[in-house]
Nanobody
Framework: QVQLVESGGGLVQAGGSLRLSCAAS????????MGWFRQAPGKKREFVAG????????GYADSVKGRCTISRDNAKNTVYLQMNSLKPEDTAVYSC??????????????????WGQGTQVTVSS
Protein backbone atom coordinates (compact mmCIF):
# COMPACT_ATOMS: atom_id res chain seq x y z
CA GLN A 1 0.00 0.00 0.00
CA VAL A 2 1.21 3.47 -0.91
CA GLN A 3 -0.17 6.80 0.19
CA LEU A 4 0.53 9.83 -1.98
CA VAL A 5 -0.14 13.43 -0.99
CA GLU A 6 0.35 16.28 -3.44
CA SER A 7 0.99 19.90 -2.59
CA GLY A 8 2.16 23.10 -4.23
CA GLY A 9 -0.75 23.87 -6.49
CA GLY A 10 -2.37 27.28 -6.65
CA LEU A 11 -3.29 30.25 -8.78
CA VAL A 12 -0.58 31.74 -10.98
CA GLN A 13 -0.48 34.15 -13.89
CA ALA A 14 0.46 32.99 -17.34
CA GLY A 15 4.23 32.85 -17.66
CA GLY A 16 4.66 32.05 -14.00
CA SER A 17 6.05 28.97 -12.28
CA LEU A 18 4.96 26.42 -9.74
CA ARG A 19 6.66 23.51 -8.07
CA LEU A 20 4.45 20.58 -7.19
CA SER A 21 5.47 18.02 -4.59
CA CYS A 22 4.21 14.53 -3.93
CA ALA A 23 5.07 12.92 -0.63
CA ALA A 24 4.87 9.14 -0.49
CA SER A 25 4.55 6.74 2.41
CA UNK A 26 4.08 3.02 2.69
CA UNK A 27 5.79 0.82 0.13
CA UNK A 28 9.47 1.50 -0.47
CA UNK A 29 9.43 4.66 -2.52
CA UNK A 30 12.77 4.08 -4.20
CA UNK A 31 11.52 0.90 -5.89
CA UNK A 32 8.74 2.60 -7.85
CA UNK A 33 8.66 4.70 -10.95
CA MET A 34 6.57 7.81 -10.44
CA GLY A 35 4.42 9.89 -12.70
CA TRP A 36 2.46 13.10 -12.85
CA PHE A 37 -0.89 13.27 -14.61
CA ARG A 38 -3.45 16.04 -14.97
CA GLN A 39 -7.14 16.33 -15.66
CA ALA A 40 -8.89 19.48 -16.76
CA PRO A 41 -12.66 19.90 -16.42
CA GLY A 42 -14.50 17.95 -19.07
CA LYS A 43 -11.32 16.33 -20.36
CA LYS A 44 -9.69 12.96 -19.95
CA ARG A 45 -6.76 12.49 -17.62
CA GLU A 46 -3.50 12.95 -19.45
CA PHE A 47 0.10 12.08 -18.75
CA VAL A 48 2.46 14.93 -17.91
CA ALA A 49 5.80 13.43 -16.86
CA GLY A 50 7.37 10.27 -15.49
CA UNK A 51 10.59 9.20 -13.81
CA UNK A 52 12.20 5.85 -13.08
CA UNK A 53 12.79 4.64 -9.55
CA UNK A 54 16.35 5.94 -9.28
CA UNK A 55 15.78 8.97 -11.48
CA UNK A 56 17.91 7.78 -14.38
CA UNK A 57 15.17 8.04 -16.95
CA UNK A 58 12.48 10.66 -17.43
CA GLY A 59 9.80 11.35 -20.00
CA TYR A 60 7.40 14.17 -20.80
CA ALA A 61 4.25 14.86 -22.73
CA ASP A 62 4.88 16.98 -25.80
CA SER A 63 2.61 19.67 -24.37
CA VAL A 64 4.97 20.31 -21.45
CA LYS A 65 8.35 19.33 -22.85
CA GLY A 66 10.87 22.11 -22.27
CA ARG A 67 8.67 23.76 -19.65
CA CYS A 68 8.45 21.07 -16.96
CA THR A 69 11.02 19.05 -15.06
CA ILE A 70 10.28 15.98 -12.98
CA SER A 71 12.70 14.98 -10.24
CA ARG A 72 12.73 12.90 -7.10
CA ASP A 73 14.47 12.73 -3.76
CA ASN A 74 14.35 9.15 -2.53
CA ALA A 75 15.78 10.16 0.85
CA LYS A 76 12.69 12.33 1.34
CA ASN A 77 10.24 9.98 -0.39
CA THR A 78 9.17 12.87 -2.57
CA VAL A 79 8.75 13.49 -6.28
CA TYR A 80 8.58 16.99 -7.73
CA LEU A 81 7.24 18.66 -10.83
CA GLN A 82 8.76 22.04 -11.62
CA MET A 83 6.53 23.88 -14.08
CA ASN A 84 7.70 27.04 -15.83
CA SER A 85 6.21 29.33 -18.47
CA LEU A 86 2.75 28.22 -17.44
CA LYS A 87 -0.14 28.67 -19.84
CA PRO A 88 -3.89 28.87 -19.20
CA GLU A 89 -4.24 25.48 -20.88
CA ASP A 90 -2.12 23.99 -18.08
CA THR A 91 -5.04 24.57 -15.72
CA ALA A 92 -6.01 21.20 -14.25
CA VAL A 93 -5.92 18.98 -11.20
CA TYR A 94 -2.46 17.46 -11.05
CA SER A 95 -2.04 14.03 -9.50
CA CYS A 96 1.00 11.92 -8.83
CA UNK A 97 1.02 8.18 -9.26
CA UNK A 98 3.28 5.32 -8.22
CA UNK A 99 4.27 2.82 -10.85
CA UNK A 100 3.85 -0.95 -10.67
CA UNK A 101 7.60 -1.36 -11.01
CA UNK A 102 10.86 0.56 -11.06
CA UNK A 103 11.05 1.38 -14.75
CA UNK A 104 9.61 4.40 -16.48
CA UNK A 105 7.70 2.90 -19.41
CA UNK A 106 5.75 5.86 -20.71
CA UNK A 107 2.47 7.60 -20.05
CA UNK A 108 0.08 4.67 -19.90
CA UNK A 109 -1.94 5.20 -16.72
CA UNK A 110 -2.36 1.44 -16.45
CA UNK A 111 1.32 1.22 -15.50
CA UNK A 112 0.57 3.11 -12.27
CA UNK A 113 -1.38 1.54 -9.46
CA UNK A 114 -1.46 4.12 -6.68
CA TRP A 115 -2.78 7.65 -7.04
CA GLY A 116 -2.90 10.77 -4.95
CA GLN A 117 -5.93 13.01 -4.54
CA GLY A 118 -4.48 15.78 -6.65
CA THR A 119 -3.71 19.46 -6.32
CA GLN A 120 -5.38 22.22 -8.32
CA VAL A 121 -3.30 24.37 -10.65
CA THR A 122 -5.01 27.39 -12.14
CA VAL A 123 -3.26 29.62 -14.65
CA SER A 124 -4.86 32.96 -15.38
CA SER A 125 -4.37 34.81 -18.65
Amino acid sequence: QVQLVESGGGLVQAGGSLRLSCAASGRTFSTAAMGWFRQAPGKKREFVAGISSLGARTGYADSVKGRCTISRDNAKNTVYLQMNSLKPEDTAVYSCAAGRGPYYTGGDSGQYNYWGQGTQVTVSS
